[in-house]
């Protein structure tokens, strides 16, 4: 076999290799859209469940996971960014950025169960939060604290030092520095960072179930204070809870909650291209 | 000279992070309104001095440093300075072209912003006035609202020239400012600098031995890090006093 042969041998398995990644995931997704399609409705997406919730909708379910979502934007979001800038910006190599830097990959290996356990001790029962929606976005946020780090950190490195160099030079302070030259160009992947580490606590079920969730509401949460239904654990719930559940409604729970993450994904996505899209440089 | 020097160097170390020393008992005076260059060959330490003295070696950390900088008869690494107020005064232009992203407006107005003017009539002033000193306004006057970018290396070169200017400062340093120019761009920069010394004094590092004799009212030779000879350009370029000025004058090595 010559070289260029051997080469293209070569191309194409890499290629298919990489071909088979897409497979599962399209699998994935359209099953979930064949068989869940047929549940949604208007009254599915807004109407409390009835009948033990085998009819009606998963509205309190998909408010309950909105107001995670945001919930976890709040608690994790400006800590994460703060976090990020100090590491990349002003701390040199010392003892506590290692520790710091060390804590981050620890955190980002721990089991989401744990972070449930953690969350369960430290906020629902140490703070006397209860099982509350602040206890669960808590949870979660710290949860999405690494991953939003470090990529932000990783975001904020990738604006070229020159840009920082010549705006001290005319006598602008760090801080403006870092306001009007790092900060700008570094928003894209800042944005990125953040929008992945949301539709991933987005999706989270354990962290849930012993600091927010609960298995079935009456009525709809009425302060942060209060226990919330939430798309992932209510799935998981239906499917293996009660009794006679029509499959219909866990595909259908199941194919919002993925259109709910891949939206957030889609503006991710989106963001970044138009931001990247101004780049002079 | 009867003036008092604007910057006076007196004994100066400075050693980096690898332990390599960069500079070793460097001691200079420099006055208002007159081009100073400083030149040898790579590594003798132009650059490193040149950053000192407007303190951006403080963005490395590791290095140490012994002796004296004063600017007016003041120590410039003394606590109560302000490294963002010295840098308004000793202002840097870089050997790559470096605008920042935005309209060349934004670039020349930069600095000016960042000292917290808001006033556009200044603004435009500053702009105006700085463009047409650094020899650029009539290239750009049509399209001022345009990214930097869209210039040409040597245009980006004299709006860099031109954003150190709107801070009317009293020190431009140049670190090799004309390496990545054409000879025409270079020589409308070299021009530009006979303008530029009645209003502001010029530590320069050259791009050759003969545009530092170009341009030179007086010149230091660095070598290893220690600076051996300064004279009036004149004089260095045709009689050197030290065999080893003489000998990288001359081409012998370097």
């Not at chain 2, 031995?209 to 045709?238: H, K, N, P, S, Y």
Request: glycine share 8%.
């Amino acid at each position: 076999m010559s070289r260029q042969q051997a080469q293209k041998v070569i191309v194409a398995i890499i290629t298919a290799i990489a071909a088979l990644v897409v497979i599962p995931t399209i699998l994935v997704i359209a099953f979930i859209v064949i068989q869940g399609i047929g549940a949604i409705s208007w009254e599915f997406l807004t109407a409390m469940p009835r009948n033990g919730m085998r009819e009606g909708g998963i509205m309190p379910a998909i408010l309950g996971t909105v107001l995670l979502t945001f919930g976890t934007f709040i608690a994790c979001i400006p800590l994460a960014i703060g976090t990020a800038i100090y590491l990349a910006e002003y701390a040199g190599e010392n003892r506590l950025t290692r520790w710091v830097r060390l804590a981050i990959v620890n955190l980002a290996g721990i089991p989401s169960i744990v972070y449930g356990l953690f969350g369960l001790g430290a906020f629902v029962l140490f703070l006397k939060l209860g099982t509350s929606i602040l206890a669960g976005s808590l949870t979660l946020g710290i949860m999405t604290l690494p991953v939003v780090i470090s990529t932000a950190e990783e975001a904020i490195l990738a604006v070229p030092q020159r840009f920082r160099v010549v705006s001290l030079s005319l006598g602008a302070t760090r801080w403006q520095t870092i306001r009007h030259q790092v900060l700008p160009h570094a928003l894209p992947g800042i944005l990125t960072g953040v929008i992945l580490g949301l539709s991933r606590a987005a999706g989270e079920t354990a962290p849930l179930l012993f600091t927010v969730a609960a298995f079935y509401l009456p009525d709809l949460p009425a302060s942060w204070f209060d226990q919330t239904m939430a798309l992932p654990y209510h799935l998981y719930v239906i499917s293996t809870q009660v009794p006679d559940m029509p499959v219909s409604i866990q595909y259908g729970t199941a194919l919002v909650l993925l259109l709910f993450v891949l939206s957030l994904t889609l503006v991710a996505a989106i963001v970044r291209t138009r931001m990247r899209r101004r780049r002079e440089w | 000279m009867p003036m008092e020097p604007l910057l006076s160097i007196k004994n100066l170390y400075f050693t980096y992070e690898d332990e390599i020393e960069a500079l070793r008992g460097i001691d200079l005076d420099i006055y208002p309104h007159e081009v100073f260059v400083l030149f040898g060959p790579s590594r003798s330490g132009k650059t490193t001095l040149l950053r000192l003295l407007n303190r951006l070696s403080d963005l490395k950390t590791g290095c140490s440093r012994q002796g004296l900088i004063e600017f007016k008869g003041k120590n410039i690494f003394a606590p109560d300075v302000v490294a963002s107020d010295l840098r308004r005064n000793i202002s840097m232009v870089f050997a790559v072209p470096s605008p920042l992203p935005g309209s060349i407006y934004d670039n020349l107005t930069y600095g000016l912003r960042m000292a917290g003017i808001r006033d556009t009539t200044v603004l435009d002033e500053q702009v105006v006035k700085s463009l047409q000193q650094a020899a650029l306004w009539d290239e750009v006057k049509d399209r001022l609202h345009k990214s930097a970018f869209t210039l040409s290396g040597g245009q980006q070169q004299r709006l860099c020239i031109a954003r150190s200017l709107a801070l009317e400062p009293e020190v431009i340093l140049l670190d090799n400012p004309t390496s990545g120019l054409d000879p025409l761009s270079t020589s409308v920069v070299e021009d530009s600098l006979q303008e530029l010394k009645q209003h502001y004094c010029i530590i320069m590092v050259p791009h050759s031995v003969q545009q530092a004799a170009r341009i030179a009212d007086r010149a230091g030779f660095m070598l290893d890090g220690e600076l051996i000879e300064v004279e009036r350009g004149a004089t260095l370029f045709t009689r050197p006093r030290d065999q080893r000025t003489e000998d990288y004058i001359t081409g012998r090595f370097g």
